[in-house]
Nanobody, 129 residues
Framework: QLQLTESGGGSVQPGGSLRLSCEVS????????IGWFRQAPGKEREGVSC????????YYKDSVEGRFTISRDFAKNTGYLEMNDLKPEDTGVYYC??????????????????????WGQGIQVTVSS
């Protein structure tokens, strides 16, 4: 059974950094796309970043491009989202997700519609002064 466990959230000041981790069990990272999503208070969930297993292609939401980096450690079967230069508008609950069908690219309609197959529990990220 595909299972995802998140860690690494917390509170930081604007300009700070956090690294989120997503441990995957039940599948190897070679077999699934990994996506990161977030939901700000009072707003809908949105896709932030993803990485595809076929060619390691990545996608970033425009507002995080250049600040966030998605990566994978195959030995640890863990995906990461490195978040730098954090802004108050980055505040929200962050979810990692995996989908074994998204092997060629990761940012298609399934990503845009928040429909990846398996999800982590979510972790709070708070950016404030």
């Amino acid at each position: 059974q595909l299972q995802l466990t998140e860690s690494g959230g917390g509170s930081v000041q604007p300009g700070g950094s956090l690294r989120l981790s997503c441990e995957v069990s039940g599948r190897t990272l070679d077999d699934v796309a990994i996506g990161w999503f977030r939901q700000a208070p009072g707003k809908e969930r949105e896709g932030v970043s993803c990485i595809a297993p076929s060619d390691n292609s990545t996608y970033y939401k425009d507002s995080v491009e250049g600040r966030f980096t998605i990566s994978r450690d195959f030995a640890k079967n863990t995906g990461y989202l490195e978040m730098n230069d954090l802004k108050p508008e980055d505040t929200g609950v962050y979810y990692c997700a995996a989908d074994p069908t998204q092997i060629y690219y990761c940012s298609g309609y399934i990503f845009r519609n928040n429909a990846y197959e398996s999800w982590g529990q979510g972790i709070q990220v708070t950016v404030s002064s």
